[in-house]
């Protein structure tokens, strides 16, 4: 029993940050229908900024704040760039995304080198505490199924019950109209890649403090991520959290119980997902 309440609770921390990194993700669809094939690399440079940030002011909080914060700045200029001018072309923009995955991680590997590096988390956060039936459990990991519950309550409030989520709303359903109204729908789009980028950012300094940082990190999390929004339903929130908790603990268990399998059940689980939900679990056309 304890060992599989481990694997349980280690699986619901994988999903705590597959949520927070998929979150961004799926808003980014949600709002403008954009497969952000850049999501992963967004994550690692996030990583190595909060990394660079923290080693330099020896505090993680700062590493946090500094990750969010170019990680927004990276996101504004791929969208003022790159993207905003071919709105509504999916291909097209699903290609330069792939290509600015490819410039960013060489860049960030030319600069880091192949190393793997971890930030040192705050001393109030290391340790462990009891827990019943499992006894000693990682308290770092038990702040991050807090956080990711906190990220989720905040981004379900913005959405809905704030007047720019109302307009994310609007602009979901129909952009067109929503410009007639005199809404500056680049701009707000615009501020929605700016959250999303900041807030997977923040993800690979708390990804890069539970696990590690390392080249190849942008391929695993932009995979993942597609996965988690796939199962759960592009552009929903609750879709993302399920899937996230759906993937987290499948592959958790796949580790501990089937590890000759581990690395194809969360394709299975998509598979099967769409072969009965084809919009996923919460998804509907876009």
């Given amino acids: 029993m304890k060992p599989f309440l481990l694997t349980m609770l280690n699986g619901i921390t994988l999903a705590a940050l597959y949520f927070i990194v998929a979150s961004g993700f799926t808003i980014i669809f949600g709002m403008m229908r954009v497969v952000n094939m850049a999501h992963g690399s967004i994550y690692l440079l996030g990583a190595y900024i909060g990394y660079s940030v923290a080693a330099a002011s020896e505090s993680w909080l700062l590493g946090i704040a500094g990750a969010a914060l170019g990680s927004a700045v990276a996101g504004v200029i791929m969208h003022r760039v790159f993207l905003d ?6 291909l097209r923009q699903a290609l330069i995304t792939i290509g600015l995955s490819i410039v960013i991680a060489d860049l960030l590997l030319a600069g880091y080198g192949g190393l793997t590096y971890q930030l040192d988390i705050p001393d109030v956060l290391f340790g462990g505490v009891r827990l019943p039936l499992v006894g000693g459990y990682s308290l770092f990991r038990l702040v991050l199924i807090g956080f990711a519950i ?6 379900w409030l913005l959405i809905q019950r704030t007047r720019f989520g109302m307009i994310i709303r609007a602009a979901v359903d129909d952009r067109h109209m929503l410009a007639a109204t005199g809404v500056n729908v680049p701009l707000v789009s615009t501020a929605v890649f700016a959250l999303a980028a900041g807030l997977v950012g923040m993800a690979g300094v708390i990804g890069g403090s539970a696990l590690s940082i390392a080249p190849g990190d942008d391929v695993h999390y932009l995979l993942s991520s597609l996965v988690v929004v796939i199962v759960g339903g592009m ?3 609750k879709g993302a959290a399920v899937g996230a908790l759906l993937i987290g603990l499948a592959e958790q268990i796949g580790l501990a119980y089937l590890p000759t399998y581990s690395a194809v059940i969360s394709f299975v689980i998509m598979v099967a997902v769409l072969a009965y939900r084809p919009y996923g ?6």
């Fill in 150 to 155: 906190m990220v989720y309550i905040v981004l």
């Fill in 235 to 237: 552009g929903n929130l």
């Fill in 281 to 286: 679990l919460f998804g509907r056309p876009a």
């Fill in 85 to 90: 001018r071919y709105q509504g072309q999916d």
